[in-house]
């Protein structure tokens, strides 16, 4: 009884209750319940309109065949066109895939292998070609080794010769071009995956092979490669999904994908259905990656004796392999970083006048109000999700974020297509209503402003807000929940007075990264921007398809200095083993 009346007294004096009486209390539990009951309901609202898009594309595919007129241009697509649509994404992706491996894999496998002069610098520098887009990319690339470029020119000098029948040069503004400028871009998936999967492997198993006379080349493809199996699988995986929803670079190459499909369909042909069942027909393709994925690691389990080191120990390099190391590697980090940055200062310095007189600062500063609420939007909607997860950790609730994820796994062309079919509808019956009501049209309220591509952002990227938000929330002990409780708190000053000051980094980051990627996406701004209304990503690439990006040379410096911002925090936060 004693410890009851401590206990209770301790509850009333806490700092957490002070001020608050018996009745206050019952009626703020009362006020919570009800707040937490609203909450849930607005959290499953706003999961159901995250999954809207997917729901509009299949609902559209299927409607067109209950119509009585129905659109004829997918089967005249499919008739003609369509197969090699589906061949050039397929070896796209696949040479993206292929190129990706090969420039990751062994500078992975150096970094977390050997110690050498220099590695700490050359291990974060291998990721700086992430910042660049492909498509940017691509165009410097193409000016570099096109038949007026200084390559081909300067051979036609050295040799006299007169015409391109005089000798053969391969052809860039290729399949196989496109794709090694994707791999230029996304290898660094694959290389930080990989690294930090060999930075982990077993060394007792590495240890007894030597005993067993394998030489090291046979130790790293039979023993290491396969454990790092799962980790190139799933950086083999988000390659393959990046190249599939790739439209800037296949654009500028010239070369007709399963993407470049979707916006011919809807704003040269007029065909939203037509969109809808190519977009249809990709998230097949995005669901076979994953299921593929899975897959192929279903039955791999992984045992670690109990003195098994969390990291190997690295090998001294000798000089001939750390400058073998630093040749192979800094040639990958000068052509995919060092080269495209140093092209466009180049053509900033010379063309500074059109870089300076254009509408860049305009369409920058609308592109980060844009960019801001989205990632505002995201995180909000993460902290809802994860919050509702900590303080009732059920399936329902484990399923609504999961659901919230699944929108950065459609391509933005897809997610495009998907939000404009519900919004076009909302408009109609909006309109519709505001004259039935005897009042003036609105327009295009939902799909004509920016209010769609705040809801394609918040869709596309609500799985890395979420990441971020349930990582922290992972690395908070149970027991602070458990003592607020015991102390009376109820859950709106647990979460304000303890998860708050807690999960302030995360948020950072959450909002950093977000608003980065909604300033590089450039898909799904191309077909939802308002009419007349630029982000800074199709501003330089409106320029690149014009073959005249040194007029916008200036921001897509820009775009490379914010992308490069999550780079830089991590590599002063984070050390690599």
């Known amino acids: ?121 050359l291990q974060w520098a291998m990721v700086f070609p992430l910042a660049i887009p492909a498509y940017i990319s691509g165009y410097i690339y193409t000016e570099l080794f096109d038949y007026a470029g200084p390559i081909q020119s300067s051979l036609r000098a050295i040799f006299n010769w007169q015409s391109p029948q005089d000798y053969w040069f391969p052809d860039f503004r290729s399949r196989w071009g496109a794709s090694l400028m994707l791999a230029l871009a996304l290898y660094p998936y694959i290389y930080l995956l990989l690294r930090n999967a060999f930075a982990r492997r077993s060394e007792n198993l590495t240890n007894a092979a030597r005993l067993m006379g394998a030489s090291r080349r046979r130790i790293f493809f039979t023993i290491e490669l396969p454990l790092a199996r799962p980790a190139l699988a799933i950086g083999c995986t988000l390659v393959a999904m990046e190249s599939l929803a790739d439209y800037g670079t296949v654009h500028l190459f010239a070369i007709s994908t399963l993407t470049t499909a979707i916006y011919d369909s809807w704003l040269v042909y007029g065909s939203l259905t037509t969109a809808a069942k190519i ?219 303890i998860h708050w000051p807690l999960l302030r980094p995360a948020i950072i980051s959450s909002l950093l990264l977000v608003f980065i990627e909604c300033v590089k996406e450039l898909p799904a701004s191309l077909l939802l921007r308002p009419f007349d209304f630029e982000t800074l990503a199709t501003y330089v690439f409106q320029y690149a398809s014009d073959e005249q990006l040194e007029q916008a040379a200036l921001g897509a410096l820009l775009i490379i200095v914010i992308s490069l911002l999550p780079i830089v925090f991590l590599s002063r936060s984070q050390k690599m083993d």
């Open 279 to 497: 977009s249809c027909l990709m998230l097949l393709f995005v669901v076979l990656l994953v299921s593929a994925e899975k897959y192929q690691r279903r039955r791999q389990q992984f045992f670690e004796g109990r003195n098994q080191k969390l990291s190997a120990t690295k090998l001294q390099a000798s000089n001939g392999r750390t400058f073998m190391i630093w040749l192979v590697c800094g040639s990958i980090v000068i052509a995919g970083f060092v080269y495209p940055v140093l092209t466009l200062l180049d053509y900033t310095l010379t063309y500074l006048s059109e870089n300076l007189s254009g509408n860049l600062w305009q369409h920058s500063q609308s592109t980060f109000m844009l960019a801001g609420s989205a990632a505002f939007i995201a995180t909000l909607l993460a902290l809802l999700f994860n919050a509702q997860l900590r303080f009732s950790p059920n399936r329902y609730h484990q399923s609504k974020l999961a659901l919230s994820s699944l929108g950065y796994a459609i391509p933005g062309t897809v997610l495009a297509i998907g939000l404009l079919i519900p919004l076009t509808q909302a408009d109609l019956w909006l309109n519709r209503l505001l004259v039935s009501m005897e009042h003036s049209r609105i327009g295009l309220f939902f799909s004509g402003t920016s209010f769609a591509l705040i809801m394609a952002f918040v869709i596309r990227f609500a799985a890395i807000s979420n990441g971020s938000i349930q990582s922290a929330y992972q690395h908070m002990p149970a027991n602070l929940d458990a003592a607020s409780q015991i102390l009376g708190a109820n859950r709106s000053e647990t979460f304000t007075r």
């Open 1 to 121: 009884m004693q410890a009851d009346s401590d206990l209770s007294a301790h509850k009333q004096k806490s700092p957490l209750n002070a001020g608050f009486s018996v009745a206050e209390r019952f009626s703020g539990q009362f006020t919570e319940q009800w707040a937490g009951k609203f909450l849930t309901v607005i959290a499953a609202f706003i999961c159901l309109l995250l999954l809207m898009p997917v729901a509009a594309l299949i609902a559209e595919s299927i409607a067109d065949s209950f119509r009585v007129e129905g659109d004829s241009t997918f089967s005249e697509l499919a008739d003609t066109v369509l197969w090699q649509y589906i061949l050039n994404s397929i070896s796209v992706v696949l040479g993206a895939i292929i190129f990706a491996c090969l420039l990751a894999v062994m500078p992975a496998w150096w970094c977390s292998h050997y110690e050498f002069k220099g590695r700490n610098i």
